[in-house]
T-cell receptor, first 112, second 111 residues
Framework: DSGVTQTPKHLITATGQRVTLRCSPR?????VYWYQQSLDQGLQFLIQ???????AKGNILERFSAQQFPDLHSELNLSSLELGDSALYFC???????????FGSGTRLTVV | QKEVEQDPGPLSVPEGAIVSLNCTYS??????FMWYRQYSRKGPELLMY????GNKEDGRFTAQVDKSSKYISLFIRDSQPSDSATYLC???????????FGAGTRLTVKP
C-alpha cells in the first residue's frame, strides 16, 4: 500500500456520460497530481493541485476538471466521455520538493 | 524534441543478465532524477532517487547521472524474472510541479 488511495479501481461507462474519480493523498502530502496513461502510452500529466489551489496544468481536455478539497482529497471529473478517454488514470501525491511522487494504484476507465 | 527521451523497447534478456536502461534530457535545470518501476496495470513505484550527478547503488540496482551529457542510466545486475516491468525515468528541477517522465522501457527477464 503506497498510502495514496484511488477509487474506484475499475469503471465502465457509456459514451457521453460523466464520471468522478477520487484520490486521497498520502498523509501529510499537500500536492496531488493527476495523470492519464493510455494503452502503450507514457504518463500524460493532466493537472496538479497544491493545498487546494491549482498549481499546474498539463494536457487536460476542457471536458475534464479537477479540484482539491480542504481535507486534501482530490476529484477528477470527466464529462462527455468518448471512447478515446478509456485509460488508466493515476493520482500521485508529494511532500517535500524534489523527493518524487507516490502513486496510487489507478482507476481503469473503460468507455463503451 | 521531447524534454525527456527514453527508448520504449521492448527489451528482453535472459535471467542473470545485466540490464542497462537509459534516458536523455534537454533541460539543464533538472537536478533530481528518479527511476520508477511499473508492473502491469499497477501504479508506478519509486525505485531509485538521485540528486545531481553521480552514482547511487541499492542492492542489485545502480543509478547513474551524468549531467554534463544530460544522460541517466539504471543498471540491474543479476536480473530476475520478477524484474519484468516497465521502467520510467523521471526528473525535475526541484519544484515538484515540473516532473517530467520518460515514455518507459518495457523489460522482460526470461527464466
Amino acid at each position: 500500500d503506497s498510502g495514496v488511495t484511488q477509487t474506484p479501481k475499475h469503471l465502465i461507462t457509456a459514451t457521453g456520460q460523466r464520471v468522478t474519480l477520487r484520490c486521497s493523498p498520502r498523509s501529510g502530502d499537500l500536492s496531488v497530481y493527476w495523470y492519464q496513461q493510455s494503452l502503450d502510452q507514457g504518463l500524460q500529466f493532466l493537472i496538479q493541485y497544491y493545498n487546494g489551489e491549482e498549481r499546474a496544468k498539463g494536457n487536460i481536455l476542457e471536458r475534464f476538471s479537477a479540484q482539491q478539497f480542504p481535507d486534501l482529497h482530490s476529484e477528477l471529473n470527466l464529462s462527455s466521455l468518448e471512447l478515446g478517454d478509456s485509460a488508466l488514470y493515476f493520482c500521485a501525491s508529494s511532500g517535500t520538493a524534489g523527493y518524487g511522487y507516490t502513486f496510487g494504484s489507478g482507476t481503469r476507465l473503460t468507455v463503451v | 524534441q521531447k524534454e525527456v527521451e527514453q527508448d520504449p523497447g521492448p527489451l528482453s534478456v535472459p535471467e542473470g543478465a545485466i540490464v542497462s536502461l537509459n534516458c536523455t534530457y534537454s533541460n539543464s535545470a533538472f537536478q533530481y532524477f528518479m527511476w520508477y518501476r511499473q508492473y502491469s496495470r499497477k501504479g508506478p513505484e519509486l525505485l531509485m532517487y538521485t540528486y545531481s550527478s553521480g552514482n547511487k547503488e541499492d542492492g542489485r540496482f545502480t543509478a547513474q547521472v551524468d549531467k554534463s551529457s544530460k544522460y541517466i542510466s539504471l543498471f540491474i545486475r543479476d536480473s530476475q524474472p520478477s524484474d519484468s516491468a516497465t521502467y520510467l525515468c523521471a526528473m525535475s528541477a526541484g519544484n515538484n510541479n515540473d516532473m517530467r517522465f520518460g515514455a518507459g522501457t518495457r523489460l522482460t527477464v526470461k527464466p
